[in-house]
Every structure is written in structure tokens, then in C-alpha cells.
């Protein structure tokens, strides 16, 4: 049994190479997508657990711990509790640094305990250069990031707010971290612009028995900040379980896509032998016996395909680790991982295998050896009928043809839906700030997110003071959990500044002063409230006064607090995530843009027009949506080719009539390229179709609908189209050439 499942696997080796190739994309993914999970989640156990640390706290409400603020002097405070052996401050960040958009860093008191878990593998710690030598400021980096940066000790290099001279090369044995650098304490909350602020405070307990009773003392004095015991936080990190999240759902969309392919395959191997199966059964061969072969030879397809998919995966891990431009993305391959990789691919099998098994099983012998494939009387009769030839011979399976328009309509609605995702962030996010009538809109320069940017409000002011500014409005944007929304947007506005009359109140009032909350309509109904009630974000209340609309539904999911307000949640005291500007005279936007880039360095300035597709994490979101897109082209390109590939095996003989009533090779060509691009078209328009669908379905989905901006513009109609073109074309090229060059002899030989 087990020669004759081989023999047939590679009786058509093109068909079981594509087969197997499109099972080993989606299973790649899986092992790739989530070793980058879990490498993030092992990234941040290591960051607080491994540092010795009984306790962490942070700012409760914080999204993550990057975003996290915590007043420095309660490092001094925890420590003088009783039961507490030590506390430490620590502080992470993302900056710019040479060849490297996204870069950790680190910063760190190198006389604290956590300090300790770095091993200096080269060069010296930080303080002890500094002490003999009275130098520059110093930065550690871990080895993965010297040796993808191509940096070793004594070497300069800048970063976002100045530059560092390497100390030292450090090694934790967490790749997370060995891929960033530390800085100390101090360096970290200038080039991080979070003064006199850390993002977690770490505590050593006396008496690891008592750490409940201790815990209980810290949230009864800190009811602001969320305490946990540190081998948690990455469990509860609500980045980390987004990011995992994502990955799943991107694994998904490459497995669901290899398993229409899959069923494919084996359906149409079933149809192409069953004369073969006539003739098994007719020597002997129980259903059951038909059945395990096909069965078999699915599963076999899933087992290769799966091993491939997780050597692939792992060397996307490799070769993901080692590019600097994403150096924290720190995968880690783990033996559930390539478990879960390994039993989905044989599951694919299994599932994509079980209905030809079945049909195959139930074929009665007499029937199955009277079958004549694609050369059949019907075949020969229409040969004159060249318009309706292409539809004629896509309904002849129509089960082939449905699953291939299902592969297809998957990869290519995918594409429609994550871009019109992103084209509609960036137009919201463009009518946001044309909403606040501004002219210019000025962030932080080089921040690596624009979570991360941060202006001084003394920055501000020098922007007031040229001549033609005539206002300037400070907006603070941050992210928030709530109890009933895990992911909650906080504006910051002055309240009488006229950039805050964007948000239209449409019940209640605006804002008038501090501790006060204007929500969305959507924000409004998610948690549950009315106004005059107070919501809490973090441990801050607010009364909520009034409820705004303004037609872009992720604003209407947010609230909008006063500038004082979101500084002080959002751990910016001081500074602000942008400066709306608005001129005197708008005609001279583009010089003042130059004018205010050459006189404050520290800022750059966009038109309010352009402002969205500056902005350096919609730009990576872009670029990730693009990495779907192409992941969802290669899965579907490699089903189109194998589904062609198929048909003209099936349709040897009628090929070799055709030939042999003298079509020419060229009209044999266009034969098959036309069914491949009509194929493809069918499946744009029913993906099209579908993922408006969805997109229309995803609104009613909690929290995530309610942040959903869509734009459906005509450039991205046209690219649909063309896209489907170009698989049609490559998918059905080869097939088409090989159909091509049939000669008429062997061709009608062919059983």
C-alpha cells in the first residue's frame, strides 16, 4: 500500500511539488508568525522576570510598557516599605538608529539589581568608562544588535536625541534583548523625553513567602500604578497578546487558502484515475481499501508539505532575527511550535483528502472503467464552438472550478479588504487634522512611532513666536485599557483652543477644565455609561460632560480630555504628540514648513494634507499589509498554476483531437491562458464581492468594528484587477506552453 501511495504521489511530480508548496507557505507561516509571538513574549518574561524581580509595577491602564510613566521618586518610596529588600526603576523605549527604524533601548540604574542579568561579553559596563575617563555618554548593545548594526566597542553611534559611545557588548540569552542596547537611567529619559518618569519599578522582596502580603501594601499605597508578580506580565501584556493575535490571524488566512488548494488536488487526482480505480476495484480492491490509498496520499502530501513548511519557517525566523531594520522582532522556534505546524498540515490533509477518498471509495467498477476524461464525444462535437470553448470547459468540473475560485477569491478579497483598511486610516487620520483647521502639523523628528513622539511644550511656544504663525494647538493621542475596552484612544486638547472644535457635541457640553471626558457615541454605548457618570482611566476619574461626533469612527470609539489631563495619563508631562499650526496665510505652508524643519531640528513639519502618509507606523503598516498581500498573491498563484496544470493533464486527449484536426499551436496556447485569466477575473470579482461583505460584517464585530475606517478607491479596484490578471497569466503560462507542445500521436495515446 505504502509503494503504491509513493508511486502515485510522483506519477505527476509538477502537481505534488505545487501541492506541496502551497501547504508549506501556510505552515511556515505558522511556525514564523509564531515564533515572532512567542519570541516577544519570551522578550518580555525575560525583561522582568529574569531580573531577579519579585514585583513590577507600572501605570495601571497602560497599554504597554513602552508607553508606560511612573513618577521616578517612587522607586524611593517602595524601597523604604518594609518587607522590600531593593527597587530599581527601568525604562524601555523605541528609537531610530543607524539602518534600524525600530530600536530598543533600555535604560537602566547600573547600581540596581536588574541590572545584573546583563553578562559583559566585551568591553566594560556602563559607568566604569565614564568614572576613569570622564568621556562621552555610554550605551551597551546586546550581540545581536552589534553584530547587525556591524558595531563593536569604542565606537560612536547616534541615535535619536545624540550619540553614544559603545562600551560594551552585553549578552542576556533572551534575543529580545540581545537585540537592543542599555543606556543608563538618566540617558534613557532624555532620549525617551520621559523625565523624572520610569516605566516599571522592580522590587526584590525580603521574603519571597510574603510577596501576596507585600503586594497588598504596594496597591493599597499606589492605587494608580497595577502590581503584579513579574513572570506575569508577559502573560498579561496586552501588546503581546495583539501581536499574537495578528499572527494567528495571518497564519490562518495562508492555511485556509493551502487547504482549498489541497482538496483541489487530490479531487482532481481522483478524477484523472478513475479508470485506474475502475480497474481496482474490478480486480478486487474493497471501498475501503480505494479509500485509505487516496486518504494516504492526502495525508502523505500534508506530512511533506508540513516539514518543508517548518524548515521554511524557521529560516524566515533566521533570516527576520538578523535584519536590523526589524532587529526586535526576536522569533523563537519552539518544539510546540513545530508540533502545531506539523499536525495542522497533516490536518489539512486529512480534511482536504476525506471527500475524494469518499467519492472514490463509492465508484462502481463498471462505470469508472467506461469513463473517457476530457475526450469524450462532447469534446469533439464543440470544437468549432471557440467563444463558448472557455466556459465550456470551466464547468465541465465544476468542483475543480468552484474550489480554485474559492482559493482564489480568499487571497484576492484579502488584498481588497487589508487595503482599503489602510487607505482608510490614512484619509481618516488626513480628515482628522484638516478637521482641527490647521495648516501644519509638527511631530517629533525621527520617532520610530507615533506613540513615541514628544514635543516640548517650549517648543511650542518658539513655534507661537514666529511671525505668520497665528495659533498653535498642542494634541496629545494615547492609548488606554479600560475595564470595558481593552484598547481605548485618550485625546488631548486644550479645552478653549480651537483645534478642539473638530469634536462636534451633540449632547451635553464641551470641555471646560481638568478631570472632565468627552466620548464618542461608540465609546459611549461600549462602556456603558451616560453623562454625568464618572469613567475611569487607570485609577483617574473623569465625568463625562458631553458626547461628540465627528464621522470617523475610530475618534467616535475615543474620548477627548483636556492637554493637562492626557499629559498626566500618558506619562508626557510638558509635551505633546503634535502641534497643529495654523498660518495667517495658508499660501505660504510650504515655506513655513522649511523654515520651521531649519530652526527646530528636534520637530519635522508636514502639510495637514500629507500629514497620514508621513507618519512612520502607518508607513510600516503599509509595508505589512503589502507582506500579506504578497503572501496571499503566492499562495493563490501557486493553486491558479496547479489548478491549470491539472486541467490539461485531464484534457491530454482532446488536446491531441484538437491537434489532430489541425489548431495550431498558438490557438492551443491561448486556449488554456484564456481559461486561466477568466479563472482568476471570476475569483477577483467573487473575493471583491466577498470582502465588502466582510468589511460591511466586521462593523457589528465589538471594539475592533468600531475602529474600522474604510476607503474603497478606484486605484484599488483597478489593482485588483490587475493582479488578477497577472495571476491568470502566470498561473497559466507554463500549463499553456505545455499544452501547446503536445504532439497529436502521444496526446491521443494518453490514458
Not at 115 to 138: M, Y
Not at 226 to 232: A, E, H, M, T
Not at 427 to 443: E, I, P, Q
Request: charged share 20%; hydrophobic share 45%; glycine share 12%.
Amino acid at each position: 500500500m505504502f509503494n503504491f501511495i509513493f508511486k502515485n504521489l510522483f506519477r505527476r511530480k509538477t502537481r505534488t511539488l505545487l501541492t506541496v508548496i502551497g501547504i508549506a507557505v501556510g505552515v511556515s507561516m505558522i511556525v514564523a508568525l509564531g515564533a515572532i509571538g512567542e519570541g516577544l513574549r519570551t522578550g518580555y518574561a525575560s525583561m522582568f522576570g529574569g531580573s531577579g524581580a519579585d514585583l513590577t509595577l507600572m501605570q495601571k491602564g497602560s497599554y504597554d510598557v513602552t508607553l508606560s510613566g511612573v513618577d521616578e521618586q517612587v522607586i524611593g518610596d517602595v524601597a523604604a516599605l518594609t518587607g522590600v529588600r531593593e527597587a530599581t526603576g527601568m525604562i524601555v523605549g523605541n528609537i531610530s538608529a543607524p539602518g534600524a527604524a525600530y530600536f530598543f533601548v533600555f535604560g537602566y540604574d547600573p547600581t540596581g539589581f536588574a541590572f545584573k542579568k546583563f553578562r559583559v561579553v566585551e568591553g566594560e559596563a556602563l559607568g566604569q568608562a565614564r568614572r576613569s575617563t570622564g568621556g562621552p555618554r555610554e550605551i551597551m548593545l546586546g550581540k545581536q544588535a552589534a553584530e547587525t548594526l556591524k558595531m563593536k566597542v569604542g565606537d560612536l553611534i547616534r541615535l535619536t536625541g545624540g550619540t553614544f559611545k559603545v562600551v560594551g557588548i552585553y549578552n542576556s540569552g533572551d534575543g529580545f534583548e540581545d537585540a537592543a542596547s542599555i543606556v543608563s537611567l538618566t540617558d534613557a529619559q532624555q532620549l525617551l523625553q520621559k523625565q523624572r518618569q520610569v516605566g516599571a519599578v522592580q522590587v526584590k522582596a525580603v521574603d519571597p513567602r510574603q510577596i501576596e502580603a507585600l503586594r497588598a501594601r504596594l496597591e493599597k499605597q499606589f492605587p494608580r500604578l497595577s502590581i503584579s508578580q513579574s513572570g506575569d506580565v508577559a502573560d498579561q501584556a496586552e501588546m503581546v497578546q495583539y501581536i499574537q493575535g495578528f499572527a494567528v490571524a495571518i497564519a490562518l488566512l495562508a492555511i485556509v487558502i493551502g487547504g482549498v488548494g489541497m482538496t483541489n488536488t487530490v479531487m482532481m487526482s481522483t478524477f484523472e484515475r478513475t479508470r485506474e480505480i475502475g480497474t481496482l476495484r474490478a480486480i478486487g480492491w474493497r471501498r475501503r481499501r480505494v479509500m485509505l490509498m487516496i486518504f494516504g496520499e492526502s495525508i502523505w502530501l500534508g506530512v511533506l508539505g508540513g516539514v518543508i513548511g517548518c524548515a521554511i519557517g524557521a529560516g524566515l525566523v533566521a533570516l527576520i532575527s538578523a535584519n536590523t531594520t526589524v532587529g526586535y522582532l526576536q522569533g523563537t522556534v519552539t518544539l510546540n511550535l513545530i508540533a502545531l505546524g506539523l499536525s495542522t498540515a497533516i490536518g489539512l490533509g486529512a480534511l482536504g483528502g476525506f471527500y475524494p477518498a469518499w467519492r472514490a471509495s463509492k465508484m462502481l467498477p463498471i462505470e469508472a472503467l467506461q469513463y473517457q476524461g476530457g475526450a469524450g464525444q462532447e469534446s469533439i462535437k464543440q470544437l468549432g464552438r471557440v467563444k463558448s470553448e472557455t466556459i465550456r470547459s470551466l464547468s465541465r468540473r465544476r468542483g475543480r472550478t468552484y474550489l480554485t475560485i474559492t482559493g482564489l477569491s480568499i487571497a484576492l478579497g484579502s488584498i481588497v479588504m487589508l487595503s482599503s483598511i489602510a487607505d482608510g486610516f490614512i484619509v481618516s487620520f488626513n480628515k482628522m487634522m484638516g478637521g482641527t483647521d490647521v495648516d501644519l502639523v509638527a511631530r517629533q523628528k525621527d520617532a520610530s512611532d507615533m506613540s513615541y513622539s514628544a514635543i516640548s511644550e517650549k517648543t511650542g511656544r518658539q513655534i507661537a513666536s514666529i511671525p505668520g504663525v497665528q495659533s498653535v494647538s498642542g494634541i496629545v493621542l494615547g492609548t488606554m485599557t479600560v475595564d470595558q475596552l481593552p484598547f481605548f484612544l485618550v485625546f488631548g486638547y486644550a479645552p478653549y483652543e480651537p483645534a478642539i472644535k473638530h469634536f462636534k457635541v451633540v449632547e451635553g457640553r464641551g470641555l471646560e477644565g481638568n478631570r472632565e471626558i468627552m466620548l464618542g457615541r461608540k465609546a459611549l454605548e461600549g462602556m456603558q455609561t451616560k453623562i454625568g457618570e464618572v469613567v475611569r482611566l487607570g485609577e483617574v476619574g473623569f465625568r463625562v460632560v458631553g458626547v461628540y461626533e465627528t464621522g470617523i469612527a475610530y475618534e467616535e470609539s475615543a474620548g477627548v480630555v483636556s492637554l493637562r489631563d492626557a499629559q498626566e495619563i500618558t506619562g508626557k508631562p510638558r509635551q505633546v504628540t503634535f502641534y497643529g499650526i495654523k498660518l495667517t496665510d495658508a499660501q505660504q505652508a510650504d515655506l513655513f514648513q522649511k523654515q520651521l524643519e531649519t530652526t527646530l531640528p528636534e520637530i519635522t513639519v508636514t502639510m495637514t494634507s500629507k500629514f497620514a502618509e508621513n507618519l512612520p507606523d502607518l508607513k510600516s503598516m503599509n509595508v505589512m499589509m503589502w507582506g500579506i498581500s504578497v503572501l496571499a498573491i503566492l499562495v493563490g498563484g501557486i493553486s491558479m498554476m496547479n489548478t491549470m496544470i491539472m486541467s490539461v493533464y485531464e484534457r491530454t486527449r482532446e488536446i491531441g483531437t484538437l491537434r489532430a484536426v489541425g489548431w495550431r499551436r498558438r490557438r492551443v496556447l491561448w486556449m488554456v491562458l484564456k481559461e486561466s485569466v477568466v479563472l482568476s477575473l471570476l475569483g477577483a470579482a467573487v473575493g471583491f464581492v466577498g470582502a465588502i461583505g466582510l468589511l460591511w460584517l466586521m462593523q457589528f464585530i465589538p471594539l475592533w468594528g468600531d475602529f474600522l475606517s474604510v476607503t474603497i478607491s478606484l486605484n484599488l479596484v483597478s489593482l485588483t484587477v490587475l493582479i488578477a490578471l497577472l495571476l491568470g497569466a502566470i498561473g497559466g503560462v507554463y500549463p499553456a506552453w505545455r499544452a501547446s507542445n503536445l504532439r497529436p500521436v502521444e496526446a491521443l495515446r494518453y490514458e
